[in-house]
């Protein structure tokens, strides 16, 4: 959708202001119907826009560090409340299956790891932490590698589009060729163990 890149990125966030970025990053990481939306793209532009003195980058920082984490906490207690129930529930309009058999596979093969790793990838990062509170993490061992995760992505992100922004002159025109690159580089994992799985069954059945 043209609103989640370029210009229509840049009137989306300059229009819901830290509020909006708040209520965005939050759903994302932590409520089933944010899987769909930008975070890559949202937190690089928002650094960009800092740099052009339309945020505060500290506040910026604040605000998309601490919705992050609280978003993955909503998360994790969802996931330890009803995430179980989930595993045997028909697909709907905002909730896919195989989104979270995904982040269960991920899980299993990074374990607690996962809730750092998974910031960097699009959907399983939304339903990493249900995940682990479904498969009944420690809440503390949670924590920890949430807040990890969450400054990590926040701060990566934020802040590269914020230097981005001050060190290229009138990199605005450059814009969007970089969130399309972001988005392509945050879709390549996936894409990668997708394509391993598929040859390893090809083997497997080759072999059988």
């Known amino acids: 959708m043209e609103i989640f890149s370029g210009d229509g990125l840049e009137t989306l966030i300059k229009t819901a202001g830290l509020v909006g970025l708040f209520a965005i990053v939050f759903a994302e990481s932590g409520l089933l119907i944010g899987f769909f939306l930008p975070g890559d793209s949202l937190l690089f532009t928002a650094g960009f826009l800092a740099s052009?003195?339309?945020?505060?980058?500290?506040?910026?920082?604040?605000?998309?560090?601490?919705?992050?984490?609280?978003?993955?906490?909503?998360?994790?207690?969802?996931?330890?409340?009803?995430?179980?129930?989930?595993?045997?529930?028909?697909?709907?309009?905002?909730?896919?299956?195989?989104?979270?058999?995904?982040?269960?596979?991920?899980?299993?093969?990074?374990?607690?790891?996962?809730?750092?790793?998974?910031?960097?990838?699009?959907?399983?990062?939304?339903?990493?932490?249900?995940?682990?509170?479904?498969?009944?993490?420690?809440y503390k061992t949670f924590v920890s590698y949430n807040v990890i995760g969450g400054l990590l992505w926040t701060a990566g992100m934020t802040l590269g589009g914020f230097f981005l922004g001050s060190i290229i002159p009138d990199v605005d025109k450059y814009l969007l060729p970089i969130i399309l690159l972001i988005i392509f580089f945050s879709v390549l994992p996936p894409i990668v163990e997708i394509i391993k799985e598929r040859i390893k069954k090809k083997k497997e059945a080759s072999v059988a």
Do not use: C, H, W
């Open 52 to 138: 052009q003195g339309f945020f505060n980058i500290a506040l910026l920082l604040i605000v998309t560090f601490f919705a992050a984490v609280l978003g993955d906490s909503v998360g994790y207690t969802f996931g330890k409340k009803v995430g179980k129930k989930l595993f045997t529930r028909d697909d709907s309009l905002f909730f896919k299956k195989a989104n979270l058999l995904k982040a269960q596979e991920f899980y299993k093969k990074y374990g607690v790891k996962t809730i750092v790793l998974a910031r960097f990838i699009p959907i399983v990062r939304t339903f990493a932490p249900i995940v682990a509170g479904a498969g009944d993490m420690r």
